[in-house]
């Protein structure tokens, strides 16, 4: 598949805000689940004109995933990674985590930290990421345990 990797617009936030809730959704999580986790799933212009966010772009010009940094120094993080499920297997997340890397790369990062779905986490390991811990949220009373997982650049470059 053909896709182009450009700078996130504004304007594009209703459509990063879509696919992102689509993603979340896939899995199969509770309706009150997304509800309750619709603010973290939104993108807002703001948001996008605040952060490192990149849209990956077809042919025909529609968007289908994005990510956004956060962080700095020798740490970003990978506040969000999402790609619209029918293109799920397409190479997309593969090129967006890419672009991710060689984009923290050029700002002197030596780490992508990765606060990871746990259904993510194997596509993570498999691009080299590593998990080096968990965090535990509490959802409905419940907790909630998230693969925390890191990409290193340092050792990236050296292998």
Wanted: charge should be negative.
């Amino acid at each position: 598949m053909s896709i182009d990797i450009v700078r996130a617009t504004a304007n594009q936030a209703v459509r990063l805000t879509q696919i992102a809730h689509s993603a979340k959704s896939y899995w199969g999580y509770p309706a009150r689940w997304i509800e309750l986790w619709h603010n973290q799933l939104t993108i807002t212009g703001a948001y996008i004109q605040a952060h490192e966010v990149y849209a990956a772009v077809d042919e025909d010009g529609v968007v289908l995933g994005f990510y956004a940094l956060g962080g700095g120094g020798d740490k970003f993080i990978l506040e969000h990674l999402w790609v619209q499920p029918s293109s799920f297997g397409a190479g997309v997340g593969r090129q967006l985590f890419e672009h991710a890397v060689t984009c923290t790369r050029s700002y002197g990062g030596r780490s992508l930290e990765i606060e990871s779905d746990p259904h993510a986490e194997g596509f993570y390991q498999r691009l080299g990421a590593e998990t080096i811990g968990e965090v535990t949220y509490e959802l409905e009373g419940q907790p909630r345990v998230l693969p925390l997982m890191a990409f290193a650049l340092a050792a990236a470059e050296a292998g």
